[in-house]
């Protein structure tokens, strides 16, 4: 297999082509004009292209090789590449693999400054190092923000409660406003009849100063009828003051409380509470001149009959007094016009603000639960970042390994270069030794043909003897059949049972005395 550079043109050598009969025999005439075929086969999608163009020369030196010139559209397609050339009468067919590759791998493996990427290696393991800092910054950070998140749900669970505490604190604010509001309705009530009360208590003690001396009938009635009315501003007053202070800890509670007032609407509460201080501090004074007015007119009826001077300086007293407690009473009603009209506006804030809180516990609820997945999720980062840190070391080991298998490869290939140089050297003193060869198989073949006919005589002589061993075999048979008869009893004397000699019978045994007589 061998490389080529893509989109490149490229000189290549085919071969060996030899001769179709003897399968040895260089062919040095082969034309891609003329062969029976001449392609190029692209394994991407088996694309055939014909080649039968393409510059194609003998190589003079080396009998049946051929280079031939990719051109450089052939070896655009990147992937494995094969090149066929047959001449079905003249020569076997030749096929050659090659392999197309990406112009930077083919620099980077022959190019003259290639170095088996081990500037790539070291630029990755740069990179690298950036990134293992950057992966223990990313881990810094999430451990931050995990432990931001652990505050952070504290947080929102404290805001949760604390919420939860302000919207209870608004539903009793809301609660204290529709009893203040009542309270004051009560209030603007129990003044109106105080403003009339001592409208006629004013009437009244007028008329009895006025009168002098001895008190009427009527007048002493009138008088025990302010004394009455006294009685009735002095429980009236007792309420107010009750009210007015159940008001002036309601208003401080609320805005103590705070939640989402605007401050338009803070200003209010603080002058209800100013106003409500106002009144109860009026309520007061009111309640000491009844108790003093009460006093000074039980002390009047008690005397009866005409007045004394310093009963009729009390009268002076009672008047002066009720019309303070009138114009305390005008006062106070106005205030109490205003704290209705401020707590109307701070009855629907509040109805705003139970409404803002109940979706801000709704968000805070989300947040939580968002909070709680950020809090889950950081966690499983922190986990995949020591999981990565730890890849990443792997990585490095690997690289470090594979810069020195390269570096290994880069030294292979070099002696592999080498060697490559001296086999092309080795080659062409081959090629010379394989035309000698060729030269010697010139005169072996000669030789051959003397000794196939050499052996084409022996094996008709190898025929005749075989024949004549057929006929020996047969004779030797009959021998041993008759030689297997004779016999040996004395070593290798053999016996014999002679009967003639030269056709005369005998008559002895040959021994003295009784010889063969013949």
């Known amino acids: 297999m061998q490389f080529i550079r893509q989109n490149a043109t490229h000189k290549v050598v085919l071969g060996p082509f030899v001769d179709v009969g003897d399968g040895f025999t260089p062919e040095t ?178 008329a009895i100063e006025a009168a002098g001396g001895a008190l009427t009938v009527a007048q002493d009635s009138k008088l025990t009828k302010v004394t009455s009315d006294v009685v009735i501003i002095g429980s009236d007053v007792v309420q107010i003051y009750s009210d007015t202070t159940i008001i002036s800890s309601d208003t401080a509670a609320i805005e103590a409380a705070g939640g989402s007032l605007t401050v338009a609407q803070d200003s209010k509460l603080t002058k209800v509470t100013s106003d409500v201080v106002i009144i109860g501090s009026d309520v007061v004074q009111i309640y000491s001149d009844t108790t003093i007015i009460s006093s000074d007119t039980a002390a009047i009826e008690a005397a009866g009959g005409a007045l004394t001077v310093a009963q009729d300086s009390k009268l002076t007293k009672v008047t002066s007094d009720v019309v303070i407690i009138g114009s305390d009473v005008v006062q106070i009603y106005s205030d109490t016009t205003i704290i209705a009209s401020d707590i109307v506006v701070l009855d629907a804030a509040v109805s705003d603000v139970e409404s803002s809180l109940v979706i801000v516990k709704s968000d805070l609820v989300q947040v939580y639960s968002d909070t709680t997945a950020i809090h889950s999720d950081t966690t499983i980062i922190a986990s995949d970042i020591v999981v990565l840190d730890a890849a990443v070391s792997d990585v490095e080991s690997s690289l470090v390994i594979v810069k020195s298998d390269l570096v290994q490869v880069y030294s292979d290939t070099t002696a592999i270069h080498s060697d490559t140089t001296i086999i092309a050297s080795d080659i062409v003193v081959l090629d010379a030794a394989v035309s000698d060869v060729e030269s010697s198989l010139v005169i072996v073949k000669s030789d051959l043909v003397q000794v196939y006919s050499d052996t084409t005589a022996i094996h008709s002589d190898t025929t005749i003897i075989a024949s004549d061993v057929v006929v020996v075999d047969t004779t030797a048979t009959a021998i041993k059949a008759k030689t297997d008869s004779l016999t040996f009893t004395s070593g290798t004397d053999l016996d014999c049972n002679i009967q003639k000699i030269n056709d005369v019978t005998i008559t002895g045994n040959g021994q003295t005395g009784t010889e063969f007589g013949v």
């Not at 088996?46 to 003998?58: C, F, Q, R």
């Not at 450089?72 to 009468?89: E, F, M, N, P, W």
């Not at 500037?119 to 223990?136: M, Q, W, Y």
């Open 29 to 206: 005439g082969i034309a891609l004009g003329t062969a029976d075929e001449a392609e190029a086969i692209l394994h991407d999608n088996g694309t055939v292209v014909d080649i039968s163009g393409y510059t194609w020369a003998a190589i003079t030196t080396a009998d049946g090789y051929y280079h031939l010139t990719l051109q450089s559209g052939i070896s655009g397609t990147v992937g494995h590449l094969t090149i066929v050339v047959q001449d079905d009468s003249v020569c076997l067919p030749v096929k050659a693999e090659f392999t197309v590759v990406e112009e930077a791998v083919y620099d980077a493996l022959f190019a003259s400054s290639a170095d088996i990427h081990t500037a790539a290696i070291s630029d990755i393991e740069s990179s690298l190092v950036i990134v293992k800092s950057d992966l223990v910054q990313i881990y810094s950070d999430t451990t931050a923000v995990h432990s931001d998140t652990t505050i952070i749900a504290s947080d929102v669970v404290q805001i949760y409660s604390d919420t939860t505490a302000i919207y209870s604190d608004t539903t009793a604010i809301h609660s204290d406003t529709t009893i203040i509001a009542s309270d004051v309705v009560q209030v603007y009530s129990d003044t109106t009849a105080i403003y009339s009360d001592t409208t006629v208590i004013s009437s009244d003690t007028a």
